[in-house]
T-cell receptor, first 113, second 114 residues
Framework: GENVEQHPSTLSVQEGDSAVIKCTYS??????FPWYKQELGKRPQLIID?????GEKKDQRIAVTLNKTAKHFSLHITETQPEDSAVYFCAASRSGGYNKLIFGAGTRLAVHP | GAGVSQSPSNKVTEKGKDVELRCDPISGHTALYWYRQSLGQGLEFLIYFQGNSAPDKSGLPSDRFSAERTGGSVSTLTIQRTQQEDSAVYLC????????????FGPGTRLTVT
């Protein structure tokens, strides 16, 4: 069935370092890949997304890359700050029609001052 | 503008009781989704609505779970004869239409079954 695997489950970095989170999906028909940030006790917030016709997308300190051949996509956060500390979820879906999101298990990122 | 809202924010119920969880999507959003997030876990899809119709109920864990949507807006998720394994945060999301991918989440309802 449809599955998204996410690694690592926890990630600890020093402020100013980069953080990379990787996901692999199983449904080859997936073509929409969002990333959500969830702070403790808060709702998931969409931070960036990418579609299959694009290999990379950047938004300030955040970037996402997609390798459709390998069915991999990754989130890159540069110059990390303590406020980046949260749980990050990747997801995959088929765009158009309806788009049930299949989520990874999440990565708990801790940025230490 | 107003985001997705859910009520109640917290619900504690005894095993065997029925509960109703409510979701108010963003105004004008025609697609509505329910997900469940167990402690420390990712989000699990439950059901999807387009307008008042539910084309995909495949994620509902058992026949104790049901959902409806009226007027193309508010949705209610009902869990009958609650069990302890139903304890989780139930999240609702909406999107502008099924042709638009971005889903925006509500704050969730934390359900605890004792």
């Amino acid at each position: 069935g449809e599955n998204v695997e996410q690694h690592p489950s926890t990630l600890s970095v020093q402020e100013g370092d980069s953080a990379v989170i990787k996901c692999t999906y199983s449904d080859s028909a997936s073509n929409y890949f969002p990333w959500y940030k969830q702070e403790l006790g808060k709702r998931p917030q969409l931070i960036i997304d990418i579609r299959s016709n694009v290999g990379e997308k950047k938004d300030q300190r955040i970037a996402v890359t997609l390798n459709k051949t390998a069915k991999h996509f990754s989130l890159h956060i540069t110059e990390t700050q303590p406020e980046d500390s949260a749980v990050y979820f990747c997801a995959a879906s088929r765009s158009g029609g309806y788009n049930k999101l299949i989520f990874g298990a999440g990565t708990r990122l801790a940025v230490h001052p | 503008g107003a985001g997705v809202s859910q009520s109640p924010s917290n619900k504690v119920t005894e095993k065997g009781k029925d509960v109703e969880l409510r979701c108010d999507p963003i105004s004008g959003h025609t697609a509505l989704y329910w997900y469940r997030q167990s402690l420390g876990q990712g989000l699990e899809f439950l059901i999807y609505f387009q307008g008042n119709s539910a084309p995909d109920k495949s994620g509902l864990p058992s026949d104790r779970f049901s959902a409806e949507r009226t007027g193309g807006s508010v949705s209610t998720l009902t869990i009958q004869r609650t069990q302890q394994e139903d304890s989780a945060v139930y999240l609702c999301a909406s999107s502008l239409s099924t042709g638009r991918d971005e889903q925006y989440f509500g704050p969730g309802t934390r359900l605890t079954v004792t």
